[in-house]
Structures are given as structure tokens and as C-alpha cells.
């Protein structure tokens, strides 16, 4: 099977395991396990940021990252198609009792502008007090697009003249630093917090991180556990997220090459209406009004290709580490095939 459902499906290859396998461990909740401290000693360093949280998944990250910033009644920031507005249970309002502004950017990138139009007047009790901007790089639901570094300059010297907290979901951010060719720490000297998933692009079976400031970190390390993300010997996978900081990288390139081969093909399909612009490894189609999308996905299975839509005749594909060359030659075989 062809599986482009998601770049969280990969598994871990034969080097991968046994880096897992060789991990020394301890007790992680008493910040024993010798390769998850590693692994968040490495995380922080290369973000230029203080200290680093392992944790189980990218939606406990944000949800950490995001209770944080702020107090129940207090407004986060963030754009319509947000992972952490759309696809987190409904967290920010169940964890952190805060309400939401969502923002109409373009495929999920807002500006500057936009943060300062949509602050609300602080001392008027009216209002629930603006509290926290978040951004999200690459842009899941945006097409895997890339934010514009020196837009994210300009919004955080907003966030200083208001008094805001800035916090990036970096569940993909390997791929937009492979994408525009950028430093890591560009982005650890520019938000409070930031969270990145080794289980996607990376290809660890689990485990994100938080990072952020020792204070920050620091009361992270309580939340996780109030969250009931505190794990014991976890030194298993962050041997995992080790071995994919240090080995996957960026072969993202080859993921990106991928996406960028399949959208010239799309451009060359009759049935297809639409294609997101294509930047990193996420492909966005959307098929024209007469072919029925669960007959496109249907002949997708028979010829081995797992995919699935987002939206009403909207289809999104993201390649990753367990799609090789060959595969991808019998997808672009499937999708012509297809009338
Ligand atoms: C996958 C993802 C997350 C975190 O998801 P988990 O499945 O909880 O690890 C957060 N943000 C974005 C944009 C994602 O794609």
C-alpha cells in the first residue's frame, strides 16, 4: 500500500529501532531517563531556547504551550484554519477556559496588520483581554505553505507593544527550515514557545517537544503532568526522536521533490479544479464538480493508494519517508488512470 493519508503513518526502519532498542532509560518523571533529557538538551540547543519538554503528542504540546500564555477569559489569536482551533477537541476552550479570535489569512499565513486590528482595548472590562498570538508553520490545512520569516518579525514586535506571547506550532516547521533554506534558532529568538512533532516528516513512531524559556519549561513540566502526559521509561521513543533529528532532516528535500513532481502532473489532469500552491510535502487538490469524491478515492484503493479528502471534494496527499521512488512512479500511474 501507498499510504499519503499522512506523514504521521511511517514507521520506524531497521536503523531507527535499533537506536530505540540501545536506549539507556530511567524514570522520566523524575527526570531520570538519561536519552529523554538528551533529547530535549539537543531540541533546545538548536532552537537557541533554554530547556525543552517531551512530550507525547503535538496537540499536548500546544495545549501546554497555549495554557501558559494565558488565564480562563483571556483571547488567543490565531487563524481560521489552525490546527489548534480546528483539530484539538476544542482544547484552548476546555483546557485554558480562553476564548478565540480566528483571523482570514491567506491559506493560514495573517499579517502583522491583521494581529493589531483584532487586539482588544485593554482596561475596558468588556472585553476578554488578547493574550497570546499563535502561529502555525508550515500551514497543515494551508497546503504545507511556509510563513514569510521577516511577516513573523513584524507581528512579533506587535506582540512586544502588547504585551502578547507568541507561540508556533511547528508540527512541520523541519520542513519550512528545509523549504526556505532557514535557521532553527531565526525561529527560537522570535516566539516564547514553540512546538515540534517528531512524529511526522521526522519519522519517530511519537513525541513532540515543547520549548521555551527555563521559567516557561518550568511550570510546562507541571501542566504535562496535570495533563496526564507525564511517561516513565519514554527514553524508547525519544531514542526515536533522536535518531530522526539527527538522520531525517534533510531528506525532507526528498519528500518536497515529490509534492513538487505531483503537482505538475495534477496541472496536466483533466478532473482536478484546483491545487493549493505547493511548497513542502502536503498536496491540496480540489476535483471538479462532477467527479464523485468517494469513486476518485475508491479507484485510488484499487490501485493501492490510501488517500483521503478534507473537505467536500477536497484532497490532500503528504509524502513522507515510507513513500519511495517506485511508489510514487504507481501513484502517478493511478491518478492518470483515473477517468
Ligand atoms: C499533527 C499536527 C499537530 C499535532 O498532532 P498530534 O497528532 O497530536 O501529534 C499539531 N499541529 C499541526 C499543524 C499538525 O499537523
Known sequence: MIDVRSDTVTRPGPAMLQAMMQAQVGDDVFGEDETVNALQRKAAELFGKDSALFCPSGTMSNQIGIKLHTQP???????QLSHIYLYEGGGIAVNSSASVRLLQGHHGRFTAAQVLDNINQRGDSHFPNTRLVAIENTVNKGGGGCWDLE????IRQVCEQHQLALHLDGARLFNALVARNEAPRSYGELFHTISICLSKGLGAPAGSLLLGSKEHIGRAHRLRKLFGGGMRQAGYLAAAGLYALEHNIERLQADHRKARALDLELKSLPYIA?????ETNIVIFTLQEQVPTEQFLAHLRAHDVRASSIGPRTIRFVFHLDVSDAQFDRLVEAMRAFR
Open 274 to 278: 484546483a491545487v493549493l500552491p505547493v
Open 151 to 154: 511577516e513573523i518579525r513584524r
Open 73 to 79: 477569559g483571556d483571547e488567543v489569536i490565531c487563524d
